[in-house]
């Protein structure tokens, strides 16, 4: 079934990450203002995602990065997040040691997109790990 953009962006926004925040607060210390900061870039991490389908994201704020991580540790819940908003399993890769001149231009790239999407990059942006292209 074809989703439209503007579903998928509200599918984004609806996400329901309570408990996630919740764990996230607790393991790492956060304030609540730490962590709704890291949900704002990790939803626009969804949405560039979502936008520019087949191709990876190579560039995610450290803290999202972080939400991500624990986000997919509710498995089931993670799973059916991504059937919403792509259609199927965002798959997460970490980046091996020696950062590669090829990863230095996609993250280059996605710095772009944030700044193109949002008006600004991300506070932090690390590329420690990456989504391999929507599968929708």
């Known amino acids: 079934m074809a989703r439209s953009a503007a579903s998928v962006r509200r599918a984004i926004e609806a996400l329901k990450?309570?408990?996630?925040?919740?764990?996230?607060?607790?393991?790492?210390?956060w304030s609540e203002t730490q962590a709704q900061e890291a949900l704002v870039w990790y939803r626009n991490f969804l949405w560039l995602a979502y936008k520019h389908g087949k191709k990876s994201v190579h560039a995610i704020n450290e803290d999202s990065d972080y939400l991500w991580h624990a986000h997919i540790t509710f498995t089931k819940k993670y799973s059916r997040d991504c059937d919403r908003i792509f259609g199927g399993f965002l798959d997460h890769t970490p980046v091996a040691k020696g950062f590669a001149e090829q990863n230095r231009k996609l993250f280059d790239r996605s710095l772009h997109w944030y700044e193109e999407e949002f008006d600004e990059s991300p506070p932090n942006p690390v590329i420690?790990?990456?989504n391999q292209g929507a599968k929708g």
């Open 17 to 29: 990450l309570d408990d996630v925040l919740s764990r996230v607060i607790e393991e790492r210390h």
């Open 128 to 130: 420690e790990c990456y």
